[in-house]
């Protein structure tokens, strides 16, 4: 049963890193309300590391208050992202009921695989993925691309999930995506779909602000080195998303008629959400979350392999895009409707997990 009871002296913990803004945070946070909200019980956040000012100024607005220990009673809950050394350091309670939060698959081995080996062995595990990714190159990306994130998932991929430590005692298994839910499915037992929704900031403003179109693609810092290769062949202006607070990034998304990410799609990405509210067409790789039809719902057309002889087909479908935006973008109206019926779902979700006695 992937349902996990509440009692009237229950206390809630959520585990989420000190003073840190970002889309995983934000996440933690919003669970924490959500949970506060419905069902009436004492929910706090636990912050790591230790910090003088562990709550970020724009999650202030979550009210949630946090401790700074944790009591380890089988009535209580403990909410944990997939980070490796947060796993590791909840195993000092015995207790609590333990719930894991699959934020991402890609990125909980990219934080094993940095704490398991030193810099010395990295550096070796990583020869032949280092040996294939300059042939690629070598070779114009003619036999596509191999990430690091796919080279690490392969080489895990021979463990048994089951036996590792930081996996003991976890009651629980929630998917903030469909990537991640139809992965641990096949790995463990107890695994439920919890996904996310857009900050109140991004819902407000899209509706507020006046969208002026140019002919530019703005594209995440998080895309892969095929993005240039984009770039030179197509020749359109394009904007890198990078080191911009949210009233920049929303500026450009209101000029820009696509959104373009070839990054390796660790969950179901907020940036593609937030770019197609303010009525960006979305060209994306078919890697991790952007691989399937949930996380990522556009159509085919739209999705790509990192592949040379693939430059002209985007090079066609951005022409498109460019020349006829308004009907190209009635394409995404679905996509669009279903990122504003996200908070509703989410809420109902939760109800279907947690349980009130």
């Known amino acids: 049963m992937n349902k996990i009871y509440l009692r009237k002296n229950t206390k809630v913990y959520i585990m989420a890193p000190s003073n840190l803004f970002t889309g995983g945070p934000e996440l933690l946070h919003q669970i924490g309300l959500s949970i506060k909200k419905n069902f009436k019980v004492d929910t706090f956040m636990f912050y790591l590391p230790e910090h003088k000012h562990p709550i970020h100024k724009n999650f202030k607005k979550y009210n949630l208050k946090y401790k700074t220990n944790i009591e380890d009673k ?34 909980y081995y990219g934080y094993k695989f940095r704490v ?20 690629n190159k070598f070779t114009n990306y003619f036999f596509g691309l191999l ?25 629980l298994h929630l998917c903030q995506s469909y990537y991640a839910y139809t992965f641990l499915k096949k790995k463990f037992i107890n695994v439920a779909y919890l996904s996310d929704y857009q900050r109140e900031e991004i819902l407000q403003n899209f509706r507020k602000k006046k969208i002026n179109k140019s002919n530019i693609i703005c594209y995440s810092n ?36 696509i959104y373009l990410d ?5 969950g179901k990405d907020r940036m593609p959400r937030e770019a197609v509210l303010f009525n960006n067409c979305i060209l994306t790789n078919k890697r991790g979350s952007a691989g399937n039809k949930y996380d990522i719902p556009i ?43 996200e908070k509703k779902k989410f809420n109902r979700d939760i109800k279907k997990i947690f349980i009130k006695k």
């Open 116 to 135: 398991d080996y030193n810099k010395y062995l990295r550096s070796i595990i990583k020869i032949p993925f280092n040996i294939i990714n300059n042939f």
């Open 147 to 171: 990430t690091l994130q796919d080279y690490l998932k392969f080489k895990y991929s021979f463990i048994d999930l089951n036996k590792l430590s930081e996996f003991k005692g976890i009651n």
């Open 222 to 257: 998080k895309s892969n080195d095929f993005v240039k290769k984009i770039s030179n062949y197509t020749n359109y202006k394009m904007i890198e998303l990078k080191n911009l607070n949210s009233a920049k990034i929303i500026n450009i998304f209101q000029k820009t008629k």
């Open 74 to 107: 089988k009535e209580n809950i403990l909410i944990i992202p997939e980070y490796y050394s947060f796993m590791k350091y909840a195993l000092k309670y015995k207790n609590l009921k333990k719930i894991l939060w699959w934020l991402s698959i890609d990125n």
């Open 299 to 341: 159509k085919k057309q739209y999705k790509f392999e990192e592949r040379k002889y693939n430059l002209k087909k985007i090079k066609n479908i951005i022409d498109k895009i460019f020349n006829d935006y308004e009907k190209e973008f009635k394409n995404f109206l679905k996509y669009k409707n279903l990122i504003l019926e």
């Open 262 to 266: 070839f990054g390796y799609h660790p």
